[in-house]
Each structure stands twice: as C-alpha cells, then as structure tokens.
C-alpha cells in the first residue's frame, strides 16, 4: 500500500488535492479532520485527551489501512517541520506501512497567503471541517500558525528535512492550480495508476 502524506499549510488545499488523488488513483482520503471533529465535541482542542485520542485514532487506522487490500491512502496534515515529535510521528506512520511492504511517499503544497485565506472559506472545505465555520476564527487561526510554525520547505533547513529526503518527495506550489491539476503532478511525480481491480 502507498501512504500518500500530504502535508502544508492550513487552507493550501491538502483535502481537496487529496480527493483528486484519490479520483485518480482508487486511493482512500484520510484527511485530517476524519479525527479532529469527533474528538473536538468532547475534549478541547489542544487538551491532553484531544492529543492522545486524535493521535491513537489516526496511527490504528494507517496500521489497519496498511494490513488491508486498499491500495493506498492519502492522509493530510499540517506539519511543523521544526516540531521534533510530530517529525517522528509522520517517521512512525511510514514505518507502519514500510513493515507491511509498502511506500510512504510525501507530498508538500505550497500557495500564497492571500490565495489560502480566500480558500478558507470554501463550501467543500466548510462541509468537510466543521471547527472551521467560525471564519474569522479560522482566519486568525490561519495567520497564527503562519507566523508561529515552519509549514514548507525552501527557507532555513529544518529539522524534517532530513527525513524528508530519505522519502519519495514532490513538492508544489498550487497557488494557480486547480486541485486536480495539482493531482496530476502527484500521479506523475510517483508514477501512481488507478488499480481497477479495486
């Protein structure tokens, strides 16, 4: 099985490049939110329980994902390439699927600001997160996690980097993309095929 990371800012179009890939390939979309949401109506964001039940959701599913027939999984997520713990949690979520005789294979979107705040608001994002209906929130939110957090690649070397390397890698700036001209590029980047079989 192919685990397809995708990984970038809030709001760069992860998901729904994500769905595209999927289209295209017979992959499964894990994104993000499939965890977030649920957990969020119980625990608060950021909470000692919201971290550990989030993270157990997302590693049981890889691990069951990996020991299926699916032929691949496209997860997202916004990774602080500086952050050494969430770089060893994308390490243990490629392991997972490694010992189960397949790839990890990592997809990095970039877009401009500007363009990602005018995406925030978009109905399939809307519909799919629902923590990010309060726009103005969610902008703020956005901003913070901009200039808080390394979130791509092509400024100081981070930390990530050197796992980064070890992997198949394609990184895009989508700014001017449609999603499934994005998807394109990562089909032809790793060489991905639809398996009609599934």
């Not at 990592?106 to 705040?117: H, I, N, P, T, Y």
């Not at 978009?122 to 703020?140: C, G, I, V």
């Amino acid at each position: 099985m192919d685990l397809v990371i995708v990984f970038g800012p809030a709001a760069v179009g992860k998901m729904t490049v994500g769905h595209a890939v999927c289209e295209l390939t017979g992959f499964k979309l894990f994104h993000n939110h499939v965890t977030i949401e649920p957990v969020l109506g119980i625990f608060p964001f950021g909470s000692a329980p919201f971290g550990r039940l989030v993270s157990e959701f997302r590693r049981r599913v890889i691990e069951e994902a990996a020991g299926s027939d699916l032929p691949g999984l496209v997860f997202t997520f916004v990774w602080d390439l500086n952050d050494a713990e969430e770089i060893d949690t994308i390490a243990s979520y490629i392991r997972i699927v490694e010992r189960a005789g397949g790839r990890g294979r990592l997809v990095e979107l970039s877009a401009g600001q500007d363009e990602r705040l005018a995406r925030n608001g978009t109905e399939f994002r809307l519909a799919q997160k629902a923590s990010k209906r309060d726009l103005e929130r969610s902008r703020l939110n956005l901003l913070a996690m901009d200039a808080d957090y390394t979130l791509n690649t092509g400024g100081p070397r981070t930390k990530a980097e050197d796992l980064i390397e070890r992997h198949d890698h394609v990184r895009i700036d989508n700014t001017f993309l449609t999603p499934q001209q994005a998807a394109e590029r990562i089909v032809e980047a790793f060489g991905l095929r639809k398996d009609l079989q599934h």
